[in-house]
């Protein structure tokens, strides 16, 4: 029996260095790493490179302005970024604009009461009713994500393929002038529902588009997802004759 060399714990293998324990793991690794850093300094004259260990420095002569200078790489040939851009392009050349340039310039111009390029607008969402802060884009901005804006438009899209006359529609506005209740059988939708949900709130074609109904809000009320379902393009609701 190969007793364990830091805690003496008899181990069956006479090729094991330690018992498997993590206190002895620890006491094993450390010792392996003290004694590969003391073959390392051992052959190259100091410890193994780290993060926090100071580069080694060179002296050079640089090939622009011919200046003594002390740098951290063995093959470099100028001592500052503004000696290289001078041999690369040249030193009558026109000065660049920098971040710090154009950070000063905003600064100047906001103090000066001037706006940006970047406009911000805010407001709600002309069909979840949702508050938001967005970059401007294009003429306004109407909704609160690209989602919500693909959705009207494709209300509108097929109103227009139905020869539908189309206005200006906002559905919070419609859901909150109907007061979030359904007109056709009388109850209350639920706010937080989304469709397929049969309780979430949709808005109904009181005239329906296929029977010459225009897509405005005049035209529009508040229905279930159900009832608008059922509905379907009758313009008596529940009734199962067409007028």
């Known amino acids: ?6 805690c003496g714990t008899p181990m069956n293998s006479s090729r ?8 002895c793991k620890r006491a094993f690794n450390a010792e392996r790493m003290r004694e590969y850093q003391r073959k390392y ?31 951290t790489k063995a093959d470099a040939t100028y001592c500052s970024h503004a000696c290289f ?23 100047e111009r906001a103090a000066e009461g001037k706006a940006g390029r970047i406009v911000w607008v805010a407001g ?42 189309v206005g200006s529609v906002s559905r919070w506005r419609v859901h ?16 937080d529902a989304v469709a397929p949900d049969l309780a979430a709130p949709v808005l109904d074609h009181v005239i329906p588009l296929a029977r010459g109904g225009s897509h405005s809000e005049a035209n529009l009320k508040t229905a279930h997802f159900y009832c608008n379902s059922v509905k379907r393009d009758l313009v008596d609701g529940w009734s199962t004759v067409a007028a």
């Not at 490179?49 to 420095?57: E, I, S, V, W």
């Not at 851009?85 to 600064?107: E, Q």
């Not at 007061?179 to 009388?186: A, D, L, P, V, Y």
């Open 124 to 165: 709600s969402c002309t069909r979840c009713g949702t508050s938001f802060t967005r970059r401007r884009s294009g003429v306004g901005v109407q909704h609160c994500s690209r989602t919500c804006q693909l959705r009207d438009k494709a209300a509108r899209r097929r109103a227009l393929e139905a020869g539908a006359a």
């Open 176 to 191: 909150e002038r109907d007061g979030w209740t359904c007109h056709i059988c009388g109850d209350p939708v639920d706010r």
């Open 41 to 71: 300094k051992a052959e190259h004259g100091h410890y193994q490179t780290r993060k926090y260990d100071k580069p080694k420095q060179y002296r050079i002569t640089c090939v622009q302005c011919e200046a003594e200078a002390v740098v």
């Open 16 to 23: 094991r260095k330690q018992c498997g324990r993590l206190e």
């Open 1 to 6: 029996m190969n007793p364990c060399s830091y």
């Open 85 to 107: 851009y001078d041999a690369r392009y040249g030193v009558g050349r026109a000065p660049s604009i920098t971040r710090l340039d154009r950070a000063r310039r905003k600064l």
